[in-house]
């Protein structure tokens, strides 16, 4: 395992770190892939206080002596704050759940307007520095979904320490984008990486070109190593997080980052990186990671799903599944879009700030003419 500075902090991150959204549903099995990870050099757990039972898990997992191997960064839930006192009350919480005294890496969560506007409100900045000095947190950080200029507003406010973005392959000018991790690295913040793999959607849906692009090449590396390889050659990324769903997942990805070291790609890798993210831009997609910040629907609609039933189709138009399972399953089941409402929830809470309810009229339009299409 490749460690690297944890910005200003004097600290050291594995280049891999683990992230607990996405636990297979088994306790257990949950609980060794953690152990496994860190047993292995993994000494980086981002968990956080909206993920389902994460943190209860992740507690269990650091008994035995664990805890002292990692370093661990949770979550303030901004919704849930109504005035300052909030914040205390649920990073007391948190740290019963997590079974500790202290977190290491204290992040408030997704700063988008509203949530950053409730920090302002309530002054989150004057908790996080007195949580410092009660010794129940060690280091300030957020998580951000947000444009470029909010971003940089944000970092320029506050003493943070680390800053979590998403950056991928498709990413390097969308939201925070590169331009935005440099000029985090630039004030002495550690990057933290989420959703290197856009929560997965660039691998379901690689389209047939980007594929020939990388058989192709002289050197031989799966898309899931490209994109890894693309985000640990820059030196400003700290750590970068991968969400795994089982203990062969984790396996796969602590191989690849056996020599995960920053400036290793040559100009021609990075013009492969280029071409394939051309190769995706040529695709007509939704970018909806599947988070799930939109769910649930009042109505009922499965947002996720429908986007990612969407996207397969954009690129597989010639195979119909998609569009019989949308057709067959879930109109039928009363999930479709056709249930939406447009009461404008969902977009509000939508991390890629997604105009979710037009796309959902888009996308049911296009499922029922293909649809029709198919049955001619």
Known sequence: MEYANYGKTGIKVSRFGLGCMRFPSDEKEAIEMVRYAIDNGVNYLDTAFIYKDSEIITGKALRDGYRNKTYLATKSPIWN???????????????????????????????????????????????????????????????IHNTLKAFKEIVDTYDWEMAQIQLNILDETQQVGVEGLKYAADKGLAAVIME????????????????????????????????????????????????????????????????AASNVMSDEDLNLIKMIREAYEAKNSIGCTGCRYCMPCAQGVTIPEIFKLYNSQQLMKSHPIDTVVYQSNLVPAGSGADQCVSCGICTGNCPQTLEIPELLKMVHAEFMDSSNAIKR
Request: proline content about 3%; charged content about 25%.
């Open 81 to 143: 704050i109504n005035k300052h006192e909030d914040f205390e009350k649920y990073l007391d919480e948190e740290l019963v759940r997590l079974g500790t005294d202290h977190i290491d890496v204290y992040l408030l969560h997704n700063m988008n307007h509203g949530h950053w506007e409730k920090v302002k409100n309530f002054d989150g900045f004057t908790f996080l520095d007195k949580m410092v000095k009660k010794g129940k947190i060690l280091h300030r950080a957020f998580s």
């Open 196 to 259: 290197p793999l856009r929560g997965g959607y660039i691998l379901n849906t690689v389209p047939q070109e980007a594929q020939d692009l990388i058989n192709q090449y002289p050197e031989k590396r799966t898309l899931v190593e490209w994109c890894f390889r693309w985000l640990y050659n820059m030196p400003e990324v700290s750590t970068i997080l991968s969400g795994t769903s089982s203990l062969q997942q984790l396996k796969d990805n602590l191989k690849i980052f056996e020599q």
